[in-house]
């Protein structure tokens, strides 16, 4: 009897675990727990910590990704790990976002509007985004965001107190105090490269005195050159300092939109029209251009009061094309190149000059218009033919879905005439943007420069950055690796020999399968659709 009781205990264990694996968990639109029938998707588990969520009406796949702990009462404090991926209902991605083994946000974040296209991108550090992210409308018009939201003091306002003022963050505020009838301001740094800005806060004027002004200050260079937008209690002041001479387009402007002792709202619109708003009204337009003394931001008090900033967001309007492409990661990125991946778990072939001299070396691989940023080490290298293979060391990625599109050229030879092409990423951050080129040409002799047997020219016209770039035959098969050309040369290139890579592919400490994939009957236009995906972005720290 004793024995049998134990085995109706165990069978029920063993039957509860079976079911978790598999139960249904229903949510509501915000991601608080539900009842099946009130439910607006709900969430199954697959494997180990993995998920999957899918819509109720419908069925189509809301979430994929890896959960560290799941939160018994709201979606939103889930903690999770790895690169994790939201969907619309349409199936479109909607967000992919990047977690470390602490269930902290990392690295770039992906948003997207619902046809599609790309909404935002947003660096993490250790859960905390960056203060400055791209912003994109759906006709790809990019706008550069910088949103201080006053939750840390990474963006080094001058906080300290003294018998003249003092400034300290608070619950996600500024808090400004003036202890002398001169008053007082705290301003930072936003380099800006276009006339083309809004720029707004919003102030508690609760702790100023009658006539005391406070608000925004914009282009500030010193206290001779600037532009401001102030209010009192009841009315606004608009104008500017050049040189030391105030010119004042608005003085003491009655306003019936200011809150007395509350929360407002400034807002300033700089373009062919100026415009000046409080809390959403429009009080003041002109077609005066501002004039951007310099690149600081901020705030100014006048008298003895005390003010509180929440949330000051500088939004610059279709910035400079030439870094279109850049992300808060990529400013100190040294170098790029380009690579391809030769193996579903991670391998990627490039040339040895690119990653010489690196610190840290990251890869950026795109698939489908989606990005994703990972970590990679040197694991095998050819300084002499200049190679190098690199394995990608982060613990976000995952095998590709295999097999590679493409094929090793059996023979790996080439003759002269044969018409091949490349694709990589030349001048990346510099203007060419971060998208893979295509350029092609001929084969144009067997040997490299000075006669070199390990490698041949071509006269696919190449870059900087197409380093460690692939060459295929027309027929799509690897044949060598793009690694230098002959400055104030056009259409002169050099490639490395496949048989060279073959040779230190198989040094690798672990055997892999190389690419053997049949791409004889596809267009070229079919075949750089194919590649593009294997062709990596590889940036040097």
Known sequence: MKLLRILVIVLTISNSAFAQAGDKKFFDKIGHPCSESTAYYYRTKTTGNHYKSFFVNGGALFFEGSILTLSATDENLNHYTGP????????????IRNFNDKGLEEG???FYYESGKIWKEI???NGIASSQYKEYNEDAQASLIFSEEFDNNRNDWDLYTSDKSSAKLENGKLLLSSLTAAGTARYISIPSQSNLFTVESTVNITGLKNGDKTGLLFG???WNNYNFFLITESSFYIGSVFEGVSNMLVEGMFSSAIKKAADNNLKVLSGEQNIFSINGEIQYTTTTNFKDFGSNIGFVLSGKSAVSFERLVYKEVNFNASNLEMTQSDLDVKATGSGLIISTSGYVITNYHVIEDAKTISIEITDGGTTIL???EVVQKDNNNDLAILKISDKAFTALAGPLKYGFKETGGVEVGASVF????PHALGGMGKEAKFTDGKISAKTGYNNAINAFQTSIPVQPGNSGGPVFTEKGLLVGLINSTVHETDNVSYAIKLNYVRTLIELLPESIVLPNYNSQTLTTE?????LTPYVVLIKIK
């Not at 079919?526 to 194919?530: G, R």
């Open 220 to 222: 500030f260079k010193d």
């Open 108 to 110: 770039l974040s992906l």
């Open 422 to 425: 490349t694709i990589g990423y």
């Open 526 to 530: 079919q075949l750089i659709k194919n």
């Open 84 to 95: 994790c991926k939201w969907y619309f209902k349409n199936g479109k991605t909607k967000s």
């Open 123 to 125: 660096e993490y550090k």
């Open 374 to 376: 990972y970590s990679a």
